[in-house]
Nanobody
Framework: QVQLVESGGGLVQAGGSLRLSCAASGSINSKYAWFRQAPGKEREFVAAIRWIVGGTYYADSVKGRFTISRDNAKNTVDLQMNSLKPEDTAVYYC????????????????WGQGTQVTVSS
């Protein structure tokens, strides 16, 4: 059984930084990703990483500001978020799976409970 537990959310002013962490237990999956969902909006892709080779993918809206990384020894996947904007406000979810379409939330098998990120202007 795979479990994903997110931490690190909170309230920050625009221009600030936050680091989210996802602790993974159980079997290792080939891909891990962060999605986010703002009130009244669909869940959207933020970033993904391939567990073995470490290849990364980013949404255009976060490129150059967010960095996804993994620690194979600790089984964690982190999301460093810099230069935060009010439009980054959302619940952020960690996900995992052996997916083909890394940008599609429906393709992921496992999800964390989510952590709130609020960016004030």
């Amino acid at each position: 059984q795979v479990q994903l537990v997110e931490s690190g959310g909170g309230l920050v002013q625009a221009g600030g930084s936050l680091r989210l962490s996802c602790a993974a237990s159980g079997s290792i999956n080939s891909k891990y990703a962060w999605f986010r969902q703002a009130p009244g909006k669909e869940r959207e892709f933020v970033a993904a990483i391939r567990w073995i080779v470490g290849g990364t993918y980013y949404a255009d809206s976060v490129k150059g500001r967010f960095t996804i990384s993994r620690d194979n020894a600790k089984n964690t996947v982190d999301l460093q978020m810099n230069s935060l904007k009010p439009e980054d406000t959302a619940v952020y979810y960690c996900s995992a799976g052996g997916v083909r379409d890394i940008f599609n939330p429906s393709a992921y098998d496992y999800w964390g409970q989510g952590t709130q990120v609020t960016v004030s202007s």
